[in-house]
């Protein structure tokens, strides 16, 4: 991991790895050495995933699959990533050590454009894996710079022959946990039994821009009161539902913006994340009674818009199982939990069985040149990858 | 002044008219026009203020006074200073058509840049009139371009020669209100008292930015959900303190402004208005409580720094029954009413006789291209103005 995180390296101590960049085909290329020195068979699919496989000795078994990805947010950290990668070439090495075979063969997974940032959205070859997201639409998204991913992808050399997506017997996925739960409760394996459903709504809040010196308090109709009103309701829907559900009003956009002006416009965004379809659909039903409240009929026009709706993606229960039993068996620290971020486990989770292992990382923090997390948690991690690996795969000596 | 508002109009039928730009230097040739046909003598002084002045009987009088300014906002309408100019002009020509004298001179003044959307600070020219500014000071102040006052005054011919500043026994200024109280009154005369003191802060508030996903709601240090308990507050003070109050938040930053992250950063800015001192001092200590008990010990950081602090600043009481009387006498509707906004008459109020005269405008609306007034209303404010003006300069015949 350290020796990747020089590749990008920010004067911070984080990583600047974006996605088909020049730094992104080094860690590649970097990972490819590792791999072929472990004798695993490499394909590249047409939307850059690289697939290692390390053959197993019954052809009739599905691959068992690990991996995560290698690009990072434009102030990431070392780790978001990296480490499932990382985690699942110290279980092919180790079992190359050990001389073990399994019956199903073992792959490990470099995932395309997980982070989104460069090219949007968000999980792009899992996506595409999975046959959620469109080959040929993905090809041609384009960056700031109007450059495709299809050109990116050719320009650093990973433009591979190989269609994407085939049959997988067990996917796991080791990652930080990337939020404070694991670290406050002072443990080192998350057996995470899904994803969280999200939702995302655009709300633009329309009043009146006026001279904040000559209108009284009650001629106003200030659309930065009321957005803030909702804003303060909005982190009450989630404390009030209760259940690990979460509320966040990320961005507030001010129109004129100005000290002496009433503001006569606001754009905000609202994002509901739950772990039921049912808490998600009750938080809307809370959202736009709280925007007819605070609209006062005839001085503000509250508009929504849900531009997301993330259902909640179980994993698959027998393997999440298979994790906790790992975890038990090795006397970890273990707890269940559920992500509330997106990750390419989740795409995977819709094509066939799925889980994944959260460690703990410093202070919560990711997506954040700070980010960190301690040895002795990654190798936990990494010692219940490997076992559950084994598990789902059968380990024949 | 629909003559005037040929000078710069916008396509949405305002006027855009920046100071000491060759737009203002086409109103200003328009007005010395106009004053020369009335026999004024004319002066310019070094900050480029015009007084044009109509001789009175008695040397011995000071000059009754008044005027505003001609330069508008860059989406500004027809009204806002050109109708205390025009109105002046009228009660000149007025006394000229009857052949009225008087026993003290009267003059009628443009001041430089009221507005202060090209260079810094507002009211600048009454501010050196009055010595509450320094010449030197702002002669060096410079537009986005580096363009300096001094020169500015230059490049259009305007760079006068007098002195600034001079005795005058009374002030008068008419003005649209810039707000909706005359208006929702259905009154036509608004007998200004005085200006309502101003005080400003700047507010930042820092938390710490986390993953809107995997932070659970009771580990979160959330800038934006205290910056919006704050801005809800804020609006409290002025409504419990009544007596005709303000209070607003009309500016706010986020960062990193993003959906998917927590705000770890707020900046904000309160405004608080108010007839009295001790009102103010009040509000002030009910935002520093109220920063306090948002700050959640230990979770968010306020820093309050306050920016500006304006006294409220009573008119002359004599000159103001003066007002009262005349609207009285003319049987026009009329109420006393107190400026939120800044005017060229608060300088001129701390270094002599002063009192305003305001007139209704349609919804309240001021620097704005949709800003308007009713013909008679502004009629009524320029009899108002001519009768003041005639009572304190002693009509001879």
Known sequence: ????????????????????????????DQFLSWVRELGCEISIDTIGNIVARRPGADPARLPVMTGSHLDTQPTGGKFDGV?????????????????IRTAAPLELVVWTNEEGTRFSPIMMGSGVFTGQLSLDDMLKKQDRDGVSVQSALAAIGYDGKRNPGHPVGAYFEAHIEQGPILENEGISIGVVTGAMGQRWYDIEVIGLESHAGTTPMDSRRDALLA???????????????????RSTVGYMDVHPNSRNSIPGRVHLTVEFRGPEENMLAAMEQELNQACDRYSEPGKLDFSIRRVADIKPQPFFPPLVDVV??????????????????????????????????????????????????????????????LRSMLCAAEMLE
Chains 1, 2 share one sequence.
């Open 227 to 245: 957005a803030s009103r909702l804003t303060v309701r909005v982190n009450e829907i989630a404390l009030e539902k209760g259940g690990n559900t």
């Open 324 to 385: 906790r039993n790992a975890a038990q068996e090795l006397s970890y620290t273990h707890m269940e939990i559920l992500s509330g971020a997106g990750h390419d486990a989740v795409y995977m989770a819709k094509a066939g069985p799925a889980a994944m292992i959260f460690v703990p990382c410093k202070d919560g923090l990711s997506h954040n040149e700070l980010e960190d997390a301690k040895k002795e948690d990654l190798e936990a991690g990494t010692n219940v990858l």
């Open 83 to 99: 480490y499932g990668v990382m985690a699942g070439l110290e279980v092919m090495r180790t079992l190359n050590d050990k001389g």
């Open 1 to 28: 991991m350290m020796r990747l995180a020089e590749i990008g390296a920010t004067a911070r101590g984080g990583v600047c790895r974006l996605a088909l960049t020049d730094l992104d085909r080094v860690a590649r």
